[in-house]
């Protein structure tokens, strides 16, 4: 929600106007999980009104498909977290680029991470 505090390549990656950026409907649903029990305050406006925080991203929301589902619970990959099983799955399906922090994404077979 704040790219000043995106890594460098995330950073310029995400502000790259020639750059298709989509958010998971799995992000979404995580974001108002972490924002209902009071960890993530600032989601307040983005959940109110998602399609002005699309438009603002000059974003496409990506939702969840059984297909999708289907190769998060079948990849070969020691990591448990459900949602960020389907963001892996989502991006590799996509061929997209996955922004974020966490290496954990980094054993994740067929996936690319920047931060």
Same mark, same amino acid.
């Given at each position: ?6 890594? #460098?390549?995330? !950073? ?8 298709? +950026? ?5 992000? @979404?649903?995580? /974001?108002? $999980?972490?924002? +209902?029990?009071?960890?993530? =305050? ?11 925080? *699309?438009?603002?991203?000059?974003? !496409?929301?990506?939702? %969840?498909?059984? =297909?999708?589902?289907? /190769? ?7 990591? !448990?977290?459900? *949602?960020? +099983? $389907?963001?892996? =799955?989502?991006? @590799? %399906? ?9 290496? #954990? *994404? ?5 996936? +690319?991470?920047?931060?």
């Amino acid at each position: 929600m704040d790219p000043a505090k995106l890594g #460098a390549g995330a !950073r310029s990656l995400v502000l790259d106007a020639e750059v298709s +950026r989509l958010v998971s409907a799995a992000s @979404i649903l995580e /974001l108002g $999980i972490k924002h +209902r029990l009071g960890e993530l =305050a600032q989601a307040a406006p983005v959940l109110a009104d998602l399609p002005q925080a *699309f438009a603002g991203w000059a974003a !496409r929301e990506l939702p %969840m498909t059984a =297909a999708q589902a289907a /190769l998060a619970g079948a990849l070969d990959w020691e990591h !448990r977290d459900p *949602f960020d +099983r $389907i963001l892996a =799955a989502q991006a @590799i %399906m996509e061929g997209a680029v996955l922004v974020s922090k966490d290496t #954990a *994404f980094d054993t994740a077979p067929g996936l +690319r991470r920047v931060w």
